[in-house]
Structure formats: C-alpha cells, structure tokens
T-cell receptor, first 112, second 112 residues
Framework: DAKTTQPPSMDCAEGRAANLPCNHS???????VYWYRQIHSQGPQYIIH???NNETNEMASLIITEDRKSSTLILPHATLRDTAVYYC?????????????FGKGTKLSVIP | DTAVSQTPKYLVTQMGNDKSIKCEQN?????MYWYKQDSKKFLKIMFS???????INETVPNRFSPKSPDKAHLNLHINSLELGDSAVYFC???????????FGPGTRLTVT
C-alpha cells in the first residue's frame, strides 16, 4: 500500500467547507485513494474512493491531482458531527491486496 | 439493523485467561477482517478471511486465532491473554477483495 502523509490536525468553522489534504507520491498506477473517518472511538467509516477522476457522493468530494501524487477530501458544509480523525489510504480494489493500512490521519475539529 | 455487530462491547479479564470476541455481519459480504487499535490510536490489520483463505499479519502472535463458522461470522479467540493485548478490537467486512469496508462498533478489551 502507498505511504500517505496528512497534517496531524485541522480546524474548520461550522458551515464552511473542510479541505483535507493528502500526499501519496508513491502510489502505484492501480492503487485507489480511499478516505475513511473515525468519530471518537467508533468503528471507522468509509467515505469515498477514487483512482484518477474526481469523485463525489452524498458525504464528500474527492479531488485527485493529475499526477496522482496528492488528493483533497472536501466536506462541503462541515457540521459538528464531522469532527473526527480522517484517514487517507492507498489501496487496491478488486484483484490484489485488500488490506487497509491506516496511518495517523488528520484530526479535524469543526468549531461552532 | 446493525450491519456489522460485535459482542461483547467491553471485556475485562485477567492475564492468562482465554477469551473470545464475536463478530457478525448481515451485509452478505464474503470477506471479513479483524483490526486492533492500541492506546496510541494506531489501527492495524490482524486478519482477513475470505472463502476459507486466511491472511495473517505476520506481527500477530499465534495466541490470536480467527474462527469462521459461516460466511456471516468471524470470531476472534485469544489464548493466554497478556497486558499488551489491551486494546479496542474492530471487526469489518467487505465484498470480495474490496477495500470499501464496513466496521463494527468495536470491543474494548482490558487485561488486568
């Protein structure tokens, strides 16, 4: 799995967009970028994943740079319930390894 | 209905004892996992199990063993518990070899 680098912590005002960066310069061509979050000792929760194109779902948007060396997770209107540790993970989908390697993540604090 | 459930939620036991943690998923997934989250909040894969194929993280002591009575269950057995086994254990499941995993609520194990 690709090694990822994330800032240890970030703050975001409630209602504003939260932009969480991730560097994954060693990601291989067929590794996807996955984002998970963990809210206060609950089980991690899948958010979104992508390979090359930008992706959007009901929770977030994922912007991947053209060279695939970095990406940004965007929570468009952060709420207090979005306070969590966010993990960026490089992993395979389909054939191949499917074991997730969690790093230290980014602790996002949404402030009222 | 809970997608991935674990029992018990809390487990306090003494060193040297043998204990089990149960995990059930009702998502129809055919791959299940066990993760350990230590006091420093690092989340590490322990096992993945798919169609009778067991993949073991080489760092996991052989005192830990997963048992799968059927596709919906993957229980974790721990023999001769040690103080260092104290952690939160998460079960997860996914479709075959997919990295979009669904996690249970966790079992907090305390060894005294």
């Amino acid at each position: 799995d690709a090694k990822t680098t994330q800032p240890p912590s970030m703050d975001c005002a409630e209602g504003r967009a939260a932009n969480l960066p991730c560097n994954h310069s060693t990601i291989s061509g067929n590794e996807y970028v996955y984002w998970y979050r963990q809210i206060h000792s609950q089980g991690p929760q899948y958010i979104i994943h992508g390979l090359k194109n930008n992706e959007t779902n009901e929770m977030a948007s994922l912007i991947i740079t053209e060279d695939r060396k970095s990406s940004t997770l965007i929570l468009p209107h952060a709420t207090l319930r979005d306070t969590a540790v966010y993990y960026c993970i490089g992993a395979y989908s389909g054939a191949g390894s499917y074991q997730l390697t969690f790093g230290k993540g980014t602790k996002l604090s949404v402030i009222p | 209905d809970t997608a991935v459930s674990q029992t018990p939620k809390y487990l306090v036991t003494q060193m040297g004892n043998d204990k089990s943690i149960k995990c059930e998923q009702n998502l129809g997934h055919d791959t299940m996992y066990w993760y350990k989250q230590d006091s420093k909040k690092f989340l590490k894969i322990m096992f993945s199990y798919n169609n009778k194929e067991l993949i073991i993280n080489e760092t996991v002591p052989n005192r830990f063993s997963p048992k799968s009575p059927d596709k919906a269950h993957l229980n974790l057995h721990i023999n001769s518990l040690e103080l260092g086994d104290s952690a939160v254990y998460f079960c997860a499941s996914s479709q075959v070899r997919q990295s979009e995993q669904y996690f249970g609520p966790g079992t907090r194990l305390t060894v005294t």
